[in-house]
């Protein structure tokens, strides 16, 4: 048998080389070889009689993301990577000159473990002072007030951390009220959750009652929302209230807090024209990312509105999840749907509720267009509520020739519209880098 030692390589360029791969008869071996073949040369010939020159391969290490040296501070920009270390080690200078020091470090290679070990900073530690330190910059840069900046010369690092989602008007805010009422990093924490989950609870009772601008009053509200979690009354519920209304900065949010604390108004019973009058459709935009952040989500399956109104008769009226895993299952197969996070209206529409995608938002009878030019829309409607009773309701329906339109209850019922294909919900604007924009009351029809 042929080994790789054995095999010797052919030197003569008139003898071609033949393989076992390439020769589809045996026989002719015997023809081109300067002897004869053995029974040996009929079996296959492996590979690796015939080494392939080996190619050099690229040692692929993986190297996580490092940001970008900040620039260092001038009495820092001579020293090597010895004299950053034991600037770090000493903690020589302000937390905010040094905290440059420590990417510009791995840049050079050094891993937060290795800079831990030689300077005791931990890792938790070095990208709070990476953070914070970018914080307080843009902080300066949108010149907030000098003495409020003072109080983090020798520290609070730690808190400027907590503020680093929020925008430099924001920032602006929350350090001044963090300052003003000695917030530790816990309660910086609260804060800027407050501050961003603010605008996304536009839905919520009492949300027009506290003023967005005031980080007080996110805060306030965020603690309003917790008390309405707990059986009312209970101890909980009245100690989340009373935290509320201490932190509190503007009247209309001390008043619904005191309203809500004194067990809230007598209810009185709603007249109809009241009632008609307090219809109105919320309307959200999309934040990037808000499905992933939120904690409960539904499936709603979608219809295109520019496609035949048939469609909508077809779509699956349940969709419920089950199991550990909240595995999805629907009645019927379908084609098209949409996660949105569990919005207050959406949290009861397991059964009948449909999604209609409109390509242009001026089909809502919006009293301005100014700002729903060529935008999508998704239009959430529930089809248990399909007969137009509500003059100022809104309603989804086929007019002219059979297409789709969204109208009111009082439009429907001049066009002797008795019933619609449901009733609208909701109406989702689509995810934008700016939605100061959001629709107010004044803006319906």
Known sequence: MLSSTSLKPITNPKIPFFSSFSIQNPSLLSFHLP???????????????????????????????????????PKFRSLDAQGRLDVLANRNGLWFEYAPLIPSLYQEGFSPPSIEEITGITGVEQNTLIVASQVRESLIQSKTDEDVMSFFDTG????????????????????RYIVENGLDAKGAQDLARAMKDFPRRKMDKGW???????????????????SREHRNPSEQGTAALMQALQVAESESAKKEVSQELEGGEDEKPEKDDDLEYRVRVP????????????????V???????EDTKEILEVPLECRSGGDFGVVEAEKGWKRWVVLPSWEPLAGLRHGGVVVAFSDARVIPWKSNRWYKEEAILV?????????????????????????????????????????LGTVVLVVRPPKEESDDQLSDEDWE
């Not at 309307?283 to 539904?298: H, I, K, L, P």
């Not at 709603?300 to 520019?306: D, N, R, S, T, Y």
């Not at 137009?388 to 309701?393: I, K, L």
Request: hydrophobic share 40%; proline share 9%; net charge neutral.
């Open 380 to 420: 959430v409607t529930d089809r248990n509520r399909k007969e137009v009773e509500v003059d100022a309701a809104f309603y989804l329906a086929k007019v002219d020739g059979g297409r789709l339109k969204v109208d009111t209850g009082s439009a429907l019922k001049e066009m002797g519209v008795k019933e619609s």
């Open 208 to 226: 027009k009652s506290f003023e967005y601008g005031l980080p007080g009053d996110c805060l306030s509200f965020m603690y309003y929302r917790l």
């Open 35 to 73: 002897f004869s073949p053995s029974k040996a040369l009929l079996k296959p010939i492996s590979a690796t009689l015939i080494p392939s020159t080996p190619q050099p391969q690229q040692q692929q290490l993986y190297q996580p993301f490092r940001p970008p040296p900040s620039p260092l501070p």
């Open 283 to 298: 309307v959200v935009r999309m934040q990037f990312g808000e499905v992933a952040e939120a904690t409960s989500v539904v």
């Open 156 to 175: 609070g690092a730690e808190l400027l951390y907590e503020i680093r989602l929020l925008s430099a008007s924001q920032r602006a805010e929350a350090v």
């Open 300 to 306: 709603l399956p979608v219809c295109m509105a520019e």
